[in-house]
């Protein structure tokens, strides 16, 4: 019972929207920070953004500032992309992850050690 589970994903038109969810699967993460990454056909998988355990510090790929924002919800065991502006480009598998570890940084898919399933998101231009 340590997992994580995406959901929201889905199909949308260029410059619609789409929230994200991440939960914890029979443990809570508010104590770890929290990343969202996403991972194209044929790419490798790219960090989106992320947020330190508490929420107080948020951190984006130039990609997405301004259009995506990362959010958590603590006593909900929450975390959320909300995705504003979607471009085709934006089109992935979205994947959450927990720094578990306490590694230093954000931004390295290294520093993770649990992962979602991932949710596929899909932006029809």
């Known amino acids: 019972q340590v997992q994580l589970v995406e959901s929201g994903g889905g199909l949308v038109q260029a410059g619609g929207s789409l929230r994200l969810s991440c939960v914890a699967s029979g443990r809570t993460t508010s104590r770890y920070a929290m990343g969202w990454f996403r991972q194209a056909p044929g790419k490798e998988r790219v960090f989106v953004a992320a947020?330190?355990?508490?929420?107080?510090?948020?951190y984006y790929a130039d990609s997405v500032k301004g259009r995506f924002t990362i959010s958590r919800d603590n006593a909900k065991n929450l975390v959320y992309l909300q995705m504003n502006t979607l471009k085709p480009e934006d089109t992935a598998v979205y994947y959450c992850a927990a720094n578990r570890l306490y590694y230093s940084g954000y931004s390295s898919p290294g520093i993770y050690d649990l992962w979602g399933q991932g949710t596929q998101v899909t932006v029809s231009s």
């Open positions: 947020i330190s355990s508490s929420g107080s510090s948020t």
